[in-house]
């Protein structure tokens, strides 16, 4: 059984066991029992297609009518498991796509399935590389570099480990968290559910959190590295500076310098660049901004002495960090001046910091399947964000201004506004975005709205001029002295693999193989004349919805299937071929026709869109399209060399 055990049912009783049915999604309970039992008396009840996040998420809930029968049965079937133990049934793939599709009464393409199976985590490995036969002994003479230690490198350093593949992570850092290691400001956690924040291969893992908090997920990237046996080959501490491709030896000098400025290299049959987008703080260039007298630090570099109370405080930035960060200085500081710049669509998230009850984690720990299809209508509910990003044509046409639910998203925000800020209406219009929502990050509400309601806070529109001495000038004029700066101003997010070098063939840089528009990949993740080189993270690779761990799955496979190819062909380079690369643009240039993001959102300020207009960050299929495609290397799109 994946996921579950039942032996704590043997410690309840009914009463308990009926306490902790009541929290149960009453959705996600049925498709459990009818997963587990095959009881056909559960398939025909009516769905609820419920708007979560002012209808940015679509929920399938099940109608209230039924919820007492599946109750009842799951009572029934839990005193049978607690007086003769549970028996596993285990559905084929066939009865897997009707559960799938009972679950919310849509049917499901091929490639839908494929995506969902795996996310129902079922498989103890879900996304796993193979060889197609026995393990070639030349694997042994492989190795590969993997830059950060972040989720991206513990899981493709996973993937590499269980295919006995060598592997050295390199971390810049003293431990193991990547992105999550540094973001250390208060209030720091996910805007995605927990259980879409996670990987399939780690079987329900206690999250304390719906949303869980900065050092929560570190904690559990750390319980993956060393689980899975990756802990031991890391070299904290220990910077990149640039990676040089070898023509004659087809091979990687991967160059490095540790914190006492040691230099050294490492020979690399591959590299997986894993170090992340969000890596390099982005600094504002603000006149002025050395000067200032008091302490300025960016929130990636969060001064853990800084203690706000009694403190004037500037927060410079009003994006997902900025939005989550001020309320909570405002909790006890003198002052805080929200400067913002460009308006975000800033909208409430149901049970953003709620915690997992006794309850519901006895939900997950001992009715079998309900953790796995926990996660999967989490999956779902999330995929369902997507077809708010498509231009509906024929709604334009009749003089809508995205599509149906782009539109009912855009009135419920800004409905959610309105509310927020009725006893300050002079606010709504400054804080009220004109561009389509879902064109920018979609921000999640940490009681920012609030915070600006406090008589300690103050929203401040007008652009910066100048940082002097003692605070900060606006355009205006106007004058805000502080002690205090919070450079909530985000990532350097358009200069990719910045600041290692990569040289590929013939010495070429990535910079200037990307000079003519931006950064460009095939698939995400590879460039001509860089062969072997796996960019996580790469362009026009975040998923367009759900959470970012799996997509790291998705690019993980695919670095490591396409290594074993390499390796099972007695090759030592693989390099995508420039047609292939070719093609590919053209049909990401394309589907990007019918997607928001470049078109709609405000030019220069939005990190989605590079200074040549290119939407560069997002890829443009839906998440199973771009599973489909990344399930294994299609082998005509590459040229293998040497022997």
């Given at each position: 059984m994946t996921g579950t055990t039942a032996a704590g049912v043997s410690d309840l009783d009914d009463a308990a066991i009926s306490k902790a049915l009541d929290q149960a999604d009453m959705n996600v309970l049925r498709m459990a029992l009818l997963h587990a039992t095959g009881d056909r008396e559960l398939e025909g009840m009516n769905v609820d297609k419920v708007p979560l996040r002012g209808g940015t998420f679509f929920a399938y809930r099940l109608a209230e009518e039924h919820h007492e029968t599946v109750k009842a049965k799951a009572l029934r079937w839990l005193r049978t498991v607690r007086a003769e133990g549970y028996h596993e049934r285990t559905p084929d793939d066939a009865e897997l796509r009707e559960l799938m599709e009972t679950m919310t009464g849509v049917p499901l393409s091929d490639r839908l399935f494929r995506f969902g199976r795996d996310e129902l985590a079922i498989d103890e490995f879900p996304r796993s590389a193979a060889w197609s036969g026995a393990r070639p002994a030349?694997?042994?003479?492989?190795?590969?570099?993997?830059?950060?230690?972040?989720?991206?490198?513990?899981?493709?350093?996973?993937?590499?480990?269980?295919?006995?593949?060598?592997?050295?992570?390199?971390?810049?850092?003293?431990?193991?968290?990547?992105?999550?290691?540094?973001?250390?400001?208060?209030?720091?956690?996910?805007?995605?559910?927990?259980?879409?924040?996670?990987?399939?291969?780690?079987?329900?893992?206690?999250?304390t959190s719906y949303f869980a908090p900065q050092e929560e997920v570190r904690q559990y990237l750390e319980h993956i590295a060393h689980e899975f046996g990756v802990a031991d080959g890391i070299r904290f501490g220990t910077e990149v500076k640039r990676a040089v491709f070898d023509d004659a030896a087809q091979a990687w000098?991967?160059?490095?310098?540790?914190?006492?400025?040691?230099?050294?290299?490492?020979?690399?049959?591959?590299?997986?660049?894993?170090?992340?987008l969000f890596n390099q703080p982005k600094f504002p260039d603000i006149e002025g901004i050395g000067t200032f007298a008091g302490k300025i630090f960016h929130s990636a570099r969060w001064d853990p002495a800084f203690e706000p109370a009694g403190a004037r405080i500037a927060v410079i930035g009003n994006g997902s960090t900025g939005v989550q960060v001020m309320p909570k200085l405002a909790e006890t500081a003198r002052s805080v001046h929200a400067f913002q710049r460009t308006p975000q669509w800033i909208s409430p998230m149901e049970g953003y910091r709620d915690t997992v009850s006794a309850e519901v984690r006895w939900l997950f720990d001992n009715v079998p399947h309900y953790w796995n299809w926990y996660c999967y209508s989490a999956q779902v509910t999330s995929s369902s964000m997507q077809t708010a990003q498509v231009y509906d044509r024929e709604w334009q046409a009749a003089g809508g201004l995205i599509s149906r639910q782009n539109d009912a998203l855009r009135e419920n925000l800004t409905q959610y506004i309105e509310d927020k800020l009725a006893s300050r209406p002079d606010l709504i219009d400054q804080v009220t975005p004109d561009y389509a929502p879902l064109a920018r990050r979609l921000v999640v509400d940490n009681g920012w709205y609030d915070a600006l309601l406090r008589d300690n806070v103050e929203l401040v529109t007008a652009g910066i001029e100048r940082i002097d001495e003692k605070g900060i000038v606006t355009a205006g004029g106007a004058r805000y002295d502080v002690d205090v700066i919070v450079l909530a101003t985000g990532f350097?997010?358009?200069?990719?693999?910045?600041?290692?070098?990569?040289?590929?063939?013939?010495?070429?840089?990535?910079?200037?193989?990307?000079?003519?528009?931006?950064?460009?990949?095939?698939?995400?993740?590879?460039?001509?004349?860089?062969?072997?080189?796996?960019?996580?993270?790469?362009?026009?690779?975040?998923?367009?919805?759900?959470?970012?761990?799996?997509?790291?799955?998705?690019?993980?496979?695919?670095?490591?299937?396409?290594?074993?190819?390499?390796?099972?062909?007695?090759?030592?380079?693989?390099?995508?071929?420039?047609?292939?690369?070719?093609?590919?643009?053209?049909?990401?240039?394309?589907?990007?026709?019918?997607?928001?993001?470049?078109?709609?959102?405000?030019?220069?300020?939005?990190?989605?869109?590079?200074?040549?207009?290119?939407?560069?960050?997002?890829?443009?299929?839906?998440?199973?399209?771009?599973?489909?495609?990344?399930?294994?290397?299609?082998?005509?799109?590459?040229?293998?060399?040497?022997?």
């Open positions: 030349s694997a042994g003479d492989f190795h590969v570099v993997v830059i950060g230690a972040g989720a991206s490198g513990i899981v493709a350093a996973v993937q590499f480990h269980r295919l006995g593949i060598p592997f050295t992570i390199v971390e810049r850092q003293e431990r193991i968290g990547g992105t999550w290691s540094v973001n250390v400001y208060p209030d720091a956690r996910v805007d995605v559910n927990s259980y879409l924040y996670q990987l399939k291969f780690v079987k329900n893992y206690p999250w000098t991967v160059h490095l310098r540790d914190t006492a400025g040691r230099e050294s290299t490492l020979r690399a049959n591959a590299v997986i660049s894993a170090a992340g350097e997010v358009a200069r990719y693999l910045w600041p290692t070098e990569y040289a590929g063939r013939n010495g070429v840089t990535l910079e200037r193989q990307w000079e003519a528009d931006g950064p460009r990949t095939y698939l995400g993740m590879m460039v001509p004349n860089f062969p072997n080189l796996f960019i996580f993270y790469g362009p026009n690779a975040q998923p367009r919805s759900g959470a970012l761990l799996t997509a790291v799955e998705l690019w993980a496979r695919f670095a490591a299937q396409s290594i074993v190819a390499l390796i099972e062909h007695g090759k030592s380079a693989m390099d995508v071929a420039q047609d292939a690369f070719d093609a590919y643009n053209r049909e990401v240039d394309r589907a990007q026709e019918e997607l928001i993001w470049a078109a709609e959102s405000p030019r220069g300020r939005n990190y989605y869109v590079n200074r040549f207009g290119r939407q560069m960050l997002n890829v443009p299929w839906s998440n199973h399209d771009y599973s489909a495609m990344l399930e294994r290397p299609n082998l005509d799109h590459f040229v293998l060399t040497g022997d």
